[in-house]
């Protein structure tokens, strides 16, 4: 009599699957809670969106679900200093008082260029010290070296994670699934 073999790792295979499809789902509600303010059609997640995303890491920051999705992503791994960054950079770049730029400049160094920073980013000695002497007297640009730099490690390292993680598969997968079923 032949003896039935139970593998087990075809168990965990199937239970790591439903998990998956329950943490996209679970993901995909968090990311329309956190922006259903607007009940607009314009303002839901769409599978069209979702596979836009995987077009340019342009286009998934220019995303708000996107780009949260992005973040959560990295806050998952214990690598959101550079996003925070580049966010941060952006931010910066829009406001007009000097004082406030001083001011602003000076955190910026402080929590994300200097070294040991809580949220050091990894960028060259060089790119640092020029940062070091132009937030002295700051201007819109002082922080564009380290924002291309910080962009271009996201562009190589972290959105290709992020295009081949569980979470945004298993996103892609639910709002196919949504979209047949009508």
């Not at 995303?53 to 998934?60: D, I, K, M, P, V």
Request: hydrophobic letters at 30%; aromatic letters at 10%; charged letters at 30%.
């Amino acid at each position: 009599m032949p003896r039935l073999v139970v593998r087990p790792h075809f168990i965990m295979d199937r239970d790591d699957r439903k998990r998956n499809k329950n943490i996209g789902k679970n993901f995909m509600c968090r990311l329309q809670c956190m922006f259903s303010h607007s009940s607009s059609s314009e303002s839901r997640l769409t599978l069209e969106d979702t596979q836009q995303w995987s077009q340019s890491l342009e286009r998934l920051l220019d995303s708000k679900y996107g780009l949260a999705a992005f973040r959560n992503f990295l806050k998952s791994e214990y690598s959101d200093e550079n996003i925070e960054f580049w966010l941060t950079c952006e931010d910066y770049k829009k406001i007009k008082s000097s004082f406030r730029m001083a001011s602003k400049a000076k955190k910026i160094y402080e929590q994300f260029v200097k070294a040991e920073s809580p949220k050091e980013i990894n960028i060259d000695y060089h790119t640092r010290e020029q940062i070091k002497r132009s937030v002295k007297s700051p201007t819109v640009h002082c922080f564009d070296d380290a924002q291309k730099i910080v962009y271009g490690l996201m562009e190589r390292d972290s959105y290709p994670r992020f295009l081949r993680s569980d979470v945004y598969r298993t996103l892609l997968e639910n709002l196919s699934a949504d979209a047949t079923k009508g």
